[in-house]
């Protein structure tokens, strides 16, 4: 290349040095286009030497060479028409985020490994050495597609970028790698609440193919599913996971492979002791005081039996909020409705036994013809003023005591006047004499 630019340069200034051969015109015309192609030259060598000393366009043109992206159409699964890909399966959880039950779901964060063979990506190497790519060459070749069956919400993780890893090895085998966060439907029993131990489970199924083009597996058994020892919960205790798979079909499209990853939860019980049995056992205990509040003290007895109705209320109220609205059942529901009974006998019990008291006194008048000393006009008049009870005994000695006291005070107080008055009258008749 530099010694055809020498050509052009030598041959211009030749074409300048005759100018009885050419007229002026051309070889101005002649010199301009010298000009352009030497310049041309120029900018095609530069350009060459910026492409050798950029070593990330090198290795651009390195990778997508080895892996021959533009010789193959990747939309088709691998050994498409044969035998179906086995995809193999490998999970490891890094945390299991929230369980609600009301809206019957979970949330998990793991990564989700897929491994299968595609020849079309492979590629020599003397070091047998795999290449790492990230997700911008996810778009350009074939990929499992994965989904996750009963899910309400899933995510890849993007932050700094795309939580994706691709790593292909030269006899063609390829690691895919994501980080993923799912919420899925978790189908629960309540009829134990709050003694229930919950079996949920994420499954994980091929989209678009059936078992006759893609098999999935867990690619190490039972160990493909690995955890974190330091996964806890608020509520529940994780008591083991294990991984298992199956079949689902579908009418309009066949059989697919479906593998599960299975968790047992256990509620801890000790939270709903202090908010809710705990309570419910001290309001009824507090119900029965009133057994020992004499029954003629009405207002003491009905505040303290409604006090503890509407308590109990409040109870199943705030408990009923926190649960979904089954139609069947639950143990707290027994437990707390059972507590509720016991209060609501306690108030009926006094109104119950009023009632028969006053019975019996209206008997007992219609057969003496005046109401029994236990009861007089006198000690209901004070229960009423003051809501306490006032003996029947008590109150007639004192009314008898005050009477007779206040009976002599009179008779003293009339004879001090009538002395008084008949000694005032003697002296006036003595003075009269004087």
Not at 224 to 251: P, R
């Amino acid at each position: 290349m530099i010694l055809a630019s020498q050509l052009v340069f030598l041959t211009c200034i030749w074409i300048t040095l005759t100018p009885d051969v050419f007229a002026a015109s051309e070889i101005k015309k002649s010199y301009q286009r010298c000009s352009a192609s030497v310049k041309r030259a120029r900018e095609s060598k530069q350009e060459t030497r910026m492409r050798n000393n950029d070593s990330t366009k090198a290795w651009l043109l390195k990778y997508k060479q080895l892996l021959h992206i533009e010789d193959h159409d990747f939309a088709m699964r691998p050994g498409f028409g044969g035998s179906p890909v086995p995809v193999g399966i490998d999970v490891q959880i890094e945390s299991l985020d929230s369980i609600s039950e009301v809206n019957m779901d979970f949330t998990m964060t793991f990564y989700l490994r897929h491994y299968w063979k595609d020849e079309r990506l492979s590629f020599p190497s003397t070091t047998n050495k795999s290449m790492t790519f990230d997700h911008r060459l996810i778009e350009k070749i074939w990929v499992p597609d994965i989904f996750f069956v009963h899910s309400k919400r899933s995510f890849i993780h993007d932050t700094t970028v795309e939580n994706i890893m691709l790593r292909v090895y030269p006899d063609g085998n390829v690691l895919f790698s994501l980080r993923i966060t799912v919420s899925a439907m978790c189908f629960m029993d309540f009829s134990r609440f709050p003694l229930d131990t919950q079996n949920c489970s994420l499954e994980l199924e091929s989209y678009a193919y059936t078992e006759e083009d893609l098999m999935l597996y867990w690619k190490h058994g039972n160990k493909s599913l690995n955890t974190d020892e330091h996964i806890s919960l608020s509520q529940f205790f994780v008591e083991e996971f294990s991984a298992s798979s199956g079949f689902a079909f579908y009418s309009s499209t066949g059989w697919y492979n479906r593998l599960f990853i299975n968790f047992v939860l256990r509620r801890h019980i000790f939270f709903f002791v202090l908010q809710t049995y705990f309570p419910a056992m001290l309001m009824v205990m507090l119900s029965w005081v009133s057994f020992w509040i004499d029954r003629r003290a009405v207002p003491a007895r009905v505040s303290l039996g409604i006090t503890t109705v509407l308590t109990m209320s409040t109870i199943i109220s705030g408990m009923s909020a926190s649960m979904p609205q089954v139609s069947y059942i639950k143990a707290v529901d027994v437990y707390l409705w059972v507590s509720s009974l016991f209060v609501f006998l306690s108030v009926i019990e006094y109104a119950a036994v009023n009632y028969l008291t006053t019975v019996e006194e209206w008997k007992q008048f219609k057969k003496t013809g005046k109401i029994s000393g236990m009861y007089n006009i006198d000690t209901f008049q004070a229960m009423a003023f003051d809501g306490c009870y006032h003996d029947s005994k008590t109150e007639m000695e004192q009314t008898s005591f005050s009477l007779h006291s206040e009976e002599d005070a009179m008779r003293g107080r009339s004879t001090a006047i009538v002395t008084k008055n008949f000694q005032g009258k003697r002296d006036g008749t003595k003075t009269q004499h004087l």
